[in-house]
């Protein structure tokens, strides 16, 4: 790891160490912290979809390197039978979670690299060295991003956030968390506020974790207090992630960040979100983009435990999306874009 | 029971019936529906303290009825050593839960019965009857607020809840679902959105329940997507409790209850508020009353199951603050208070 890329957090959510794939086993989080170790792709397809791994940049280089694995595990001797493997593990690794636009992304990156490739050795080490290169950039990125975000927060902030933008849904550092990350490691002294982000609480179970981990001040609230700590003065920043930026600037992020994002102007508290470019769908219109509807469980219960009678109706979605005019800035890898964002996120893609 | 009292539903949370007092274990709820009959007033006491009932109205019916209990209990053949025994359980009454205000309350209004009194068997009746006249007010107060409430709303609404304001959190019928109840009662086909509202969960575990047990159309959503609800018109109006209305017509109601007023009012969606009279505080002020903060742990697990790491912080109101200006009409007893509500809340007690 060159000094670059070193980071401050020890949390990292998905590794390749002697030719194995490390991961941190998210189910087990907050109540023990369990790193698994791969050396076959069949088992990295599990974990991405048993939610060992989880987060649109952490699941895109698991698929990378659940491909490298397989390159690896490949007997055969010729360019064309290794790519028909290849294929194989590619099916198989995409289909855990078709629906999440990183992982069929780094998948090609992959393929690629070994259509590009001339010999069957040189193929292989080209793709574990791809697939390195891939996390590396993740984790550059976050820190790219990182550093545009902090000079938007002071010292002495309290800043809220939702759901988990961190370590543990890229790489490492995280997006929305990583820019916290950076104003923390700027020399400024801040304090955050995590919400419990229900129905599965990745708030508490991977925000308030990991930020504790590593030693910040962390708060947890239910998130029905967000109006509360908001009218007594307790936050004076909002930053969160995002799944998916239209070009309009609607950002798609998990379900209570609209509300979060309402509370925040009222109250004239900064809304920002941190996504890098690859979260930005240019193509389609706000209106166009269908919200995955999860099941009704989620909300019912928590675990094994049931906290609503049987037979009822549940609406479960997992997003919701924030309008560009509760939004103060998107901070990205190439800087951070103001409203009217339809022009300041095009400026971000011809800089590019 | 006289036919005004006569309701539709069939939970009765606290009743009652041959000299003994039963109620609705909530504890219980949702997964079971158990009936607790008492004879001990330390019963009662140790009822209330461990949320068999809880519930302002509920608990302040539950204590006169604990002391008409220690009234039947009492051995003494004077009126003075009468009292003595009641003051007595009073006191351990009382010491369950202080801060309900209705608790202290109802056990006055038993002991201005008592000292009126002339023999002990005479105090001893008068008391019993005291006790169920009151719980009876409290049905009609509820349904007298249902019938004002009820003419707010449409045939075909679909009507947001947050935590429990039902028939569970009164001797029967509710303060915000009585108005519900109500306005299906006089016809009009409605569905109801409930808010899981954490942290322990009152609209899964009690108003979920409740209106299912009643057969009306509840769907259960988690308290992150009251935005996405409204944004997507799933829902037409808003009804909520109170725990405590002041002057100025400032609303404290459960932890959340700001939010969803606030998502309401950027909708266009009526908001209303539905308590009785001895809800409301003509005295302080709303910068002067003190919000109770709850234990953490509430918060960082459910049940027995720990969601958040150990160490970290954690801010976890009970109640927050709904101002005015987000309100559209508080129904009571004695009519709907529209803005400007410092002039209409003092008309309600005017005609008083």
Same mark, same amino acid.
């Given at each position: 790891?060159?000094?670059?890329?070193?980071?401050?957090?020890?949390?990292?959510?998905?590794?390749?160490?002697?030719?194995?794939? =490390?991961?941190?086993?998210?189910?087990?989080?907050?109540?023990?912290?369990?790193?698994?170790?791969?050396?076959? $792709?069949?088992?990295?397809?599990?974990?991405?979809?048993?939610?060992?791994?989880?987060?649109?940049?952490?699941?895109?280089?698991?698929?990378?390197?659940?491909?490298?694995?397989?390159?690896?595990?490949?007997?055969?001797?010729?360019?064309?039978?290794?790519?028909?493997?290849?294929?194989?593990?590619?099916?198989?690794? $995409?289909?855990?979670?078709?629906?999440?636009?990183?992982? &069929?992304?780094?998948?090609?990156?992959?393929?690629? @690299?070994?259509?590009? &490739?001339?010999?069957?050795?040189?193929? !292989?080490?080209?793709? =574990?060295?791809?697939?390195?290169?891939?996390?590396?950039?993740?984790?550059?990125?976050?820190?790219?991003?990182?550093?545009?975000?902090? =000079?938007?927060?002071?010292?002495?902030?309290?800043?809220?956030?939702?759901?988990?933008?961190?370590?543990?849904?890229?790489?490492?550092?995280?997006?929305?968390?990583? @820019?916290? *990350?950076?104003?923390?490691?700027?020399?400024?002294?801040?304090?955050?506020?995590?919400?419990?982000?229900?129905?599965?609480?990745?708030?508490? *179970?991977?925000?308030?974790?990991?930020? !504790?981990?590593?030693?910040?001040?962390?708060?947890?609230?239910?998130?029905?207090?967000?109006?509360?700590?908001?009218?007594? &003065?307790?936050?004076?920043?909002?930053? @969160?992630?995002?799944?998916?930026?239209?070009?309009?600037?609607?950002? $798609?992020? !998990?379900?209570?960040?609209?509300? @979060?994002?309402?509370?925040?102007?009222?109250?004239?508290?900064?809304?920002?979100?941190?996504?890098?470019?690859?979260?930005?769908?240019?193509?389609?219109?706000?209106?166009?983009?269908?919200?995955?509807?999860?099941?009704?469980?989620?909300?019912?219960?928590?675990?094994?435990?049931?906290?609503?009678?049987?037979?009822?109706?549940?609406?479960?979605?997992?997003?919701?999306?924030?309008?560009?005019?509760?939004?103060? &800035?998107?901070?990205?890898?190439?800087?951070?874009?103001?409203?009217?964002?339809?022009?300041?996120?095009?400026?971000?893609?011809?800089?590019?």
């Amino acid at each position: 790891m060159n000094s670059q890329t070193k980071i401050n957090s020890s949390l990292r959510t998905v590794e390749w160490k002697n030719n194995k794939v =490390v991961m941190i086993d998210q189910t087990k989080l907050p109540n023990e912290l369990v790193f698994v170790e791969y050396n076959d $792709f069949n088992q990295v397809a599990n974990a991405i979809k048993t939610l060992v791994v989880r987060g649109a940049p952490a699941i895109g280089v698991s698929g990378a390197f659940g491909l490298a694995l397989a390159a690896l595990q490949s007997k055969t001797t010729t360019k064309t039978e290794l790519i028909l493997d290849l294929e194989k593990a590619k099916k198989i690794l $995409f289909d855990t979670r078709p629906t999440a636009i990183n992982l &069929g992304w780094g998948l090609e990156q992959i393929m690629k @690299v070994a259509h590009a &490739g001339t010999s069957v050795n040189q193929i !292989k080490t080209s793709i =574990v060295d791809e697939a390195k290169k891939m996390a590396e950039d993740d984790i550059n990125i976050n820190k790219t991003m990182g550093k545009y975000g902090s =000079v938007l927060f002071e010292n002495n902030d309290t800043i809220m956030t939702h759901c988990n933008a961190g370590a543990l849904a890229t790489v490492a550092y995280g997006t929305a968390l990583g @820019v916290i *990350r950076a104003t923390k490691e700027s020399g400024k002294n801040v304090k955050v506020i995590a919400t419990e982000t229900r129905p599965i609480q990745q708030g508490s *179970r991977l925000t308030a974790f990991e930020l !504790k981990h590593d030693g910040f001040d962390v708060s947890l609230i239910p998130d029905t207090a967000v109006g509360y700590t908001m009218a007594n &003065g307790l936050v004076n920043k909002v930053v @969160v992630g995002a799944d998916r930026i239209v070009k309009t600037g609607h950002v $798609f992020n !998990k379900i209570g960040t609209y509300q @979060v994002a309402t509370m925040a102007k009222q109250h004239g508290i900064p809304f920002y979100v941190a996504a890098p470019l690859s979260t930005f769908d240019m193509k389609n219109n706000a209106q166009d983009v269908i919200i995955e509807m999860r099941k009704g469980s989620e909300v019912t219960g928590i675990g094994d435990k049931k906290t609503a009678p049987d037979g009822i109706g549940v609406i479960n979605p997992a997003f919701d999306m924030t309008p560009p005019e509760l939004i103060t &800035g998107i901070i990205t890898e190439k800087g951070v874009a103001k409203p009217p964002f339809k022009e300041s996120i095009k400026k971000l893609f011809e800089a590019n």
